[in-house]
């Protein structure tokens, strides 16, 4: 069965500190992982992550896949208050392309 | 780029009425559109994947019937909930993949739309 799991469920920090959020996969004919952030609406994409060791930056935040250990993990620095929200870790099966989610980090960063 | 819009955002219907959400990709052409529907505090749970021209392929649970998806153009989906219970009520979320270039591969989310049956 196709699963992905996050941990930790849910993290509270001040801002400032650097937080690092776990995705791990068994997804069937995987094609790639990708990161959402969600607040109070739809997810709003992050990255894609296809090939093993190549790490994707953005600002503050970047992301990494390992392929061997079907695992990937999403780092933020510098948090700030603005980076509170649910991050969703995603498999994506195949040529079809559906996503298979994770229950979500809840990241909570306090002032 | 890579747009995707919802409507209406939020409805409130009574129990017995039937709902219609549409999805839309504004600036670029989506092959398959996904809809999904969340609860609270709960993950994205993939209620069915529509490809346009085709019948939508829905996931074990989902009554095909009582969620009718069509797929009428590469650039709009709908979503009509037939019969409205107040158990249906939730937070339903469209995503579309794009036909060419970079937005084959990654799904962009629409906005939601917040369903109450009263």
């Known amino acids: 069965e196709d699963k992905v799991v996050q941990s930790p469920l849910s993290l509270v920090v001040h801002e400032g500190d650097t937080v690092t959020l776990n995705c791990s996969y068994e997804?069937?004919?995987?094609?790639?992982l990708l990161w959402y952030k969600q607040e109070k609406k739809a997810p709003t994409f992050l990255f894609m992550l296809?090939?093993?060791?190549i790490e994707k930056k953005s600002g503050r935040l970047s992301s990494i896949l390992d392929k061997k250990e079907l695992f990937s993990i999403l780092n933020i620095t510098a948090t700030q208050t603005g980076d509170s929200a649910i991050y969703l870790c995603?498999?994506?099966?195949?040529?079809?392309?559906?996503?298979?989610f994770g229950k979500g980090t809840k990241l909570s960063v306090k002032p | 780029g890579a747009v995707v819009s919802q409507h209406p955002s939020r409805v409130i219907c009574k129990s017995g009425t039937s709902v219609k959400i549409e999805c839309r990709s504004l600036?670029?052409?989506?092959?398959?559109m996904f809809w999904y529907r969340q609860f609270p505090k709960q993950s994205l749970m993939l209620m069915a994947t529509?490809?346009?021209?085709?019948?939508?392929?829905?996931e074990q649970g989902v009554e095909k019937d009582k969620f009718l998806i069509n797929h009428a153009s590469l650039t709009l989906s709908t979503l009509t909930v037939t019969s409205a219970h107040p158990e249906d009520s939730s937070f339903y979320i469209c995503?579309?993949?794009?036909?060419?270039?970079?937005?084959?591969?990654?799904?962009?989310f629409g906005p939601g739309t917040r369903l109450t049956v009263l």
């Open positions: 600036d670029f052409q989506a092959t398959t």
């Open positions: 296809t090939s093993s060791g």
């Open positions: 997804v069937t004919n995987f094609r790639s």
């Open positions: 995603a498999g994506r099966l195949g040529s079809q392309g559906n996503l298979i």
């Open positions: 529509s490809n346009e021209g085709s019948k939508a392929t829905y």
């Open positions: 995503s579309a993949r794009g036909l060419t270039g970079a937005s084959t591969d990654t799904q962009y």
